[in-house]
Every structure is written in structure tokens, then in C-alpha cells.
């Protein structure tokens, strides 16, 4: 009850401050540059110039405490030692490019990349395209949609009960052991499996994210014009034609939008690794291996800072073009 009220006190104080702060502000603003008498034209000017910085100004102040300033900061630990408190150099970047596990990491994200994106992608495109051709559409969308809502660790407890796996002799209450045995199988402790169990694991983000991509391509399928669907059947062009040469060419800066963002989430996924092996058995991601030096044991904040900044590092570029891409989009 304490955590409800604190978070309830919190959401109000918040909206009241921001509605309080942009009020307040702008009539400062107004009493520094009055639009009236001989200079009203010149104060209008100026006040329109600040107005916007005002809107503003609390964002970049909060991007500049919570995300320049520990980036920089980071930069820095990644160059001292363990406690930060001396200089090493490059010692911490040598250091993961000799070590098995970040090499195991790499592996992993990589596999992630190729792997998550494209399902994901390929699945929403899918259900955009079918669901709109149904009476029952709707309900249809809001069903893929729903997991988006539950949290990464929520959708880990709930996989945890489809992959669960008890000893010989015990009952199996894990959905996918129970399916294999009704076929006549033997129940396997599916994320123990080496190789395969970092596709049990991705299939969860694949799950997430399938509502995601859906939505914003389904959005683009019924943004494309009807003349040229027209044209096409007219053409004699079947179903399958229409939608991979004529749908599909005409939105496929969205689908890379799309491909791009989720290939951003992938680079960062800890969660999932975390709440179902914690990067045991194979399964390792760079997420979780900076989490483990960071926080786990004595914590090593120039390694865990390193494997942040490669983080980073690779995160950077396709965020960069995926801004590029989406500024493109709207000329």
C-alpha cells in the first residue's frame, strides 16, 4: 500500500510540477517581452525565439544528467581499473578480446541479430497482411498485440512455465514437455540444451516484438495507394504477386524501420538472458556479461564499463541510420 500511495503521490506531483513549470514560465516570459507598446514587435520575436527552450529545457537537462553524462563517465571507467580510481589505458579492450566469455557474448548477439529481427519482422508483416482481410481482424491484432504490454520479465516467467522441465520420475507440468510426451517423447530441460536454447530464448522477444512490427506495417499496408492494387489486378496479377511486388517494394522503408528498431532492442536484451539462465548453459549476452562485472561478486567497473562502451558502440550506427532513414521518410 506504501509503494501505491509513494507512486500515486509521485505521477501527481510530476504532472502538476511540468503543467506548473511550462504556466509559470511562460508568463515570466511574457512580463520580460511584453507584446505592447513602441518595442511589442521586437518582444514578440524575442519571446518566440526562447519559447521553444523553455519546452525544452527540462528534456535536455534530463538527457544530459541521465544519458551524456554516464555515457562520458563510462568512457572514463572503461579506461581505469577495477575500482576506477586508477588509469590503465586500453588494458580493459585487450583484456575482451583475449576473453572466451565475451567472445561467447558476441556469438550470441550476433545469432540474436540474424535471427530475432527477422522472425519478428517477417511474422508482423504476416499478420498485418492477414488480419486485415478478416472480419475479426481486430480482435485479431489486439491478441498479437497484448504481449507487448507484459514486461520483458514477465514474459521470461511465463515461457519458464512452457519450458519447464522436472527430474525423471516427476510430474511434468511444462507445456512443451507435456505436448512431447503426449507424442510419445521424453521431456527435455529445454534451456539447458546447448546452441538450441538460445533459440528458446529468442523466441520470446520474437513473441514481443511480433505485435509491434504488425502494428506499424499494417499502418503502412493501408497507407499505399489503391490505384496501384488496382492496376495490378487488372494486370492479372494473383494475391501472392500484389502483395511481394506491389505492397511489399512500396513499404519497405517502413519494414526497414521496423527491422532496424527491433535489431536495436536486440543488441541491448537482458532481461530475458537474465530471468531465465542468467547467460548459464551458452547463453551469454553482452547485457548480462557487463551486468555480471559490474555488479556480481567484486564488482570490476572498467571491465563492465568496457563491454558497455562495445555496446554502445555497435547500438550507435544503426540508431544514426535509422534517423537518417526516418527524416528521409518525411521529406
Not at 503543467?19 to 507584446?35: G, T
Not at 513602441?38 to 529545457?57: E, K, Q, S, T, Y
Not at 507435456?178 to 517423447?185: D, E, K, P, R
Request: glycine residues 8%; proline residues 4%; hydrophobic residues 55%.
Amino acid at each position: 500500500m506504501q509503494q501505491v500511495l509513494f507512486a500515486s503521490v509521485t505521477i501527481i506531483v510530476g504532472v502538476f510540477g511540468c503543467v506548473a513549470y511550462f504556466y509559470f514560465s511562460n508568463i515570466i516570459l511574457d512580463r520580460i517581452f511584453p507584446a505592447r507598446g513602441v518595442n511589442a514587435a521586437h518582444n514578440i520575436n524575442r519571446a518566440n525565439l526562447i519559447r521553444p527552450w523553455l519546452f525544452l529545457g527540462p528534456a535536455i537537462l534530463l538527457l544530459g544528467t541521465y544519458l551524456v553524462y554516464p555515457v562520458i563517465r563510462s568512457l572514463i571507467f572503461s579506461l581505469s581499473n577495477a575500482s576506477g580510481a586508477e588509469w590503465v589505458g586500453v588494458d580493459n579492450y585487450v583484456w575482451l578480446i583475449k576473453d572466451a566469455k565475451f567472445a561467447e557474448s558476441m556469438g550470441n548477439n550476433m545469432l540474436w541479430l540474424v535471427v530475432v529481427p527477422t522472425l519478428a519482422t517477417f511474422f508482423g508483416l504476416l499478420a498485418a497482411a492477414l488480419t486485415d482481410k478478416i472480419k475479426w481482424g481486430n480482435l485479431a491484432k489486439s491478441m498479437i498485440f497484448m504481449p507487448m504490454a507484459i514486461s520483458f520479465v514477465g514474459a521470461a516467467v511465463i515461457w519458464k512455465f512452457i519450458y519447464e522441465y522436472r527430474g525423471e520420475g516427476q510430474e511434468q507440468i511444462g507445456l512443451l514437455n507435456a505436448l512431447v510426451m503426449f507424442f510419445g517423447g521424453d521431456p527435455q530441460a529445454w534451456i539447458t540444451v546447448p546452441f538450441w536454447n538460445n533459440f528458446f530464448l529468442m523466441i520470446i522477444l520474437v513473441w514481443i516484438q511480433t505485435g509491434f512490427a504488425m502494428v506499424i506495417l499494417s499502418a503502412a499496408l493501408r497507407g499505399i495507394p489503391e490505384e496501384t492494387i488496382e492496376a495490378a489486378i487488372l494486370d492479372g496479377a494473383s494475391p501472392l504477386q500484389i502483395f511481394w511486388r506491389i505492397k511489399v517494394p512500396q513499404i519497405w522503408g517502413t519494414i526497414a524501420v521496423v527491422w532496424t528498431t527491433i535489431t536495436i532492442l536486440v543488441l541491448k536484451v537482458f532481461d530475458i538472458v537474465f530471468a531465465m539462465t542468467n547467460g548459464q548453459w551458452g547463453t551469454q549476452v553482452l547485457a548480462n556479461l557487463m551486468y555480471d562485472w559490474m555488479f556480481r561478486g567484486s564488482p570490476d567497473f572498467g571491465r563492465g564499463s568496457a563491454i558497455a562502451m562495445v555496446i554502445m558502440l555497435l547500438v550507435t550506427p544503426i540508431m544514426v541510420w535509422n534517423i537518417i532513414n526516418a527524416r528521409r521518410e518525411m521529406r
